[in-house]
C-alpha cells in the first residue's frame, strides 16, 4: 500500500489514523487465481458454522464429488442429494450448492476474466441471484479475491465491532450510519475496512489506542413507507358501510331501552316487588316538564 493511501485516509479522519498507525501496514493480499464457484461453494459452507467444521465439511466434498481435487459444477449437479448429505451439508446448503453450480453453468456466475471487466454494483446484482448468496458474500469477494479498493461491508459484524472498539462507541453503529461516515473514506474503504477488523485484535490484545475525539454519527431517519390512498369506490362503500353499522347500533340500542324491564326489589321473604320503581316513575311523570329557551339574538341584548 503506498504512503499515499495512508496519508489520506489519516487526513480525512483523525481517529482511522492513529489505528493505522497503531496497526502498521496493510497485508491485505487477494487470492485472484481462485475461481468465483470455488469462492462461493466455499461461502456457503462456512454460513452459520466455525472454520473446522466447515473445512471438515469441504474435505469430505473434494474427495466424495471431486476424486481430491475441489468439485467442478458439473461434478455437482451428477453428485447425488445424499452424498451431498453425507458430507455435512444441510437441505438447505445442498439447494443452494447445486443452485450454484446450475447458474455457473449458464454462466449467471462468471469466471475471474469476466468478473474484472464488471464493476461493484453489477457483480453484487449477479451473484445474488444465486440461492443462499447475499451482499456480504459477494463483497468478501471484492475484498479478498478481486482485490477491489473501495468495499466497505457494513454488515459484517466484525467491521462495526471494530469501529465501536477504535472509536469509543457505547453500542454497535448502525449499517446506515456507518456507510455515510465511511463516505470521507473514499475510494479506499477497502482499506478502512481492513484496519477495523485489526481493531479487535490490538483490543483483545490491549493496545488498542484512545480516539484522537470525540465523533458522533450522523442521524439516519426511519421513514415509514407511505401508506397508499384508497380509491375514490372504495372509499364510497365504506362510509356507506359505516353510516348502516351507526343506523343499526343506534336503532337496536334504543329497542334495548325500551325493552328492558325495571329491575325488581328484593324482599325479605324471598320475593321480589317493583312498586318503589313504580312509584317513583309516577312521581318523575308529575313534575312539570321543562323547556329550554332559545337565547336571545343579539340584537336584543
Keep these: 500500500m503506498s504512503q499515499e493511501i495512508i496519508d489520506q485516509l489519516a487526513r480525512v479522519d483523525p481517529v482511522l489514523g492513529g489505528l493505522m498507525r497503531a496497526v502498521g501496514p496493510c497485508r491485505l493480499a487477494p487470492e485472484a487465481d481462485c475461481h468465483p464457484f470455488q469462492t462461493l461453494a466455499r461461502a456457503i459452507a462456512h454460513q452459520q458454522l466455525n472454520g473446522t467444521a466447515a473445512n471438515t465439511i ?22 447425488s442429494r445424499e452424498s451431498l448429505r453425507a458430507a ?22 462468471p469466471d475471474v476474466a469476466t468478473l474484472l471487466q464488471l464493476d461493484d454494483a453489477e457483480i453484487i446484482a449477479r451473484l445474488t441471484q444465486v440461492r443462499g448468496i447475499g451482499r456480504w458474500t459477494v463483497e468478501m469477494l471484492l ?15 466484525g467491521v462495526r465491532s471494530g469501529f465501536q ?34 481493531a479487535l485484535e ?17 442521524r439516519i431517519s ?15 362503500r365504506r362510509a356507506r358501510t ?27 321473604g324471598g320475593g321480589t316487588s317493583s312498586a318503589p320503581l313504580r ?17 336571545a339574538p343579539a340584537s336584543r341584548r
Design 58 to 79: 469441504l474435505k469430505r466434498l473434494t474427495e466424495s464429488c471431486g476424486a481430491g481435487l475441489f468439485p467442478t459444477p458439473h461434478q455437482v449437479l451428477a453428485a
Design 242 to 268: 359505516s353510516r348502516a353499522l351507526r343506523a343499526a347500533r343506534r336503532s337496536s340500542g334504543s329497542k334495548a331501552k325500551r325493552a328492558r324491564p325495571a329491575p325488581a326489589r328484593a324482599l325479605k
Design 202 to 218: 490490538l483490543k483483545r490484545a490491549g493496545t488498542l489506542p484512545l480516539p484522537e475525539e470525540r465523533i458522533r454519527l450522523p
Design 143 to 157: 475484498v479478498f479475491q478481486l482485490g477491489r479498493p473501495d468495499v466497505l461491508p457494513v454488515d459484517d459484524f
Design 279 to 295: 312509584r317513583a316513575d309516577a312521581r318523575r311523570r308529575s313534575r312539570p316538564r321543562r323547556t329550554r329557551r332559545s337565547r
Design 88 to 109: 455435512g451439508f444441510s437441505f438447505a446448503k445442498v439447494a443452494a450448492l447445486r443452485d450454484l453450480a446450475e447458474k455457473t453453468l449458464a454462466e449467471v456466475v
Design 222 to 236: 426511519r421513514r415509514r413507507p407511505a401508506r397508499s390512498r384508497p380509491r375514490p369506490a372504495a372509499t364510497a
Design 165 to 198: 472498539a477504535a472509536y469509543g462507541l457505547s453500542r454497535l453503529p448502525r449499517p446506515k450510519a456507518l456507510a455515510a461516515w465511511g463516505e470521507r473514506w473514499k475510494p479506499y474503504r477497502t482499506t478502512a475496512a481492513w484496519y477495523l477488523w485489526r
